[in-house]
């Protein structure tokens, strides 16, 4: 079992940063994969970005390519995910997770975090 809990999110204003924690514990962290997922109200779960298990490779959606980095602490049991030049259609509560497989898909992960509320203004 892995235990994850997100941190760090927020209201802040278009244009801010923000950057967002994914804690583990239980099972040695370092052994999967991590995502992270994001689902606005009224809208399905979208895959947002995800990294292997020894932060080599990460891929990002389209619409936060560029502005959003993933990266991960082995040591610190502890993922993140820096959020840039924040828009508004960035708000929704963004969870990590984490799986046996860098995937997309949000059923290809095993464990999950409760959530982090992202909110911004524009």
């Known amino acids: 079992q892995v235990q994850l809990v997100e941190s760090g999110g927020g209201l802040v204003q278009a244009g801010d940063s923000l950057r967002l924690s994914c804690a583990a514990s239980?099972?040695?962290?370092?052994?999967?994969?991590m995502g992270w997922f994001r689902q606005a109200p009224g809208k399905e779960r979208d895959f947002v970005a995800n990294?292997?298990?020894?932060?080599?490779?990460?891929y990002y959606a389209d619409s936060v390519k560029g502005r959003f980095t993933i990266s991960r602490d082995n040591a610190k049991n502890t993922g993140y995910l820096q959020m840039s030049s924040l828009k508004p259609e960035d708000t929704a509560v963004y969870y990590c997770a984490a799986g046996k497989w860098t995937a997309r898909v949000g059923g290809m992960y095993d464990y999950w975090g409760q959530g982090t509320q992202v909110t911004v203004s524009s």
């Open positions: 990294i292997n298990w020894n932060g080599g490779t990460t």
């Open positions: 239980g099972r040695t962290f370092s052994g999967y994969a």
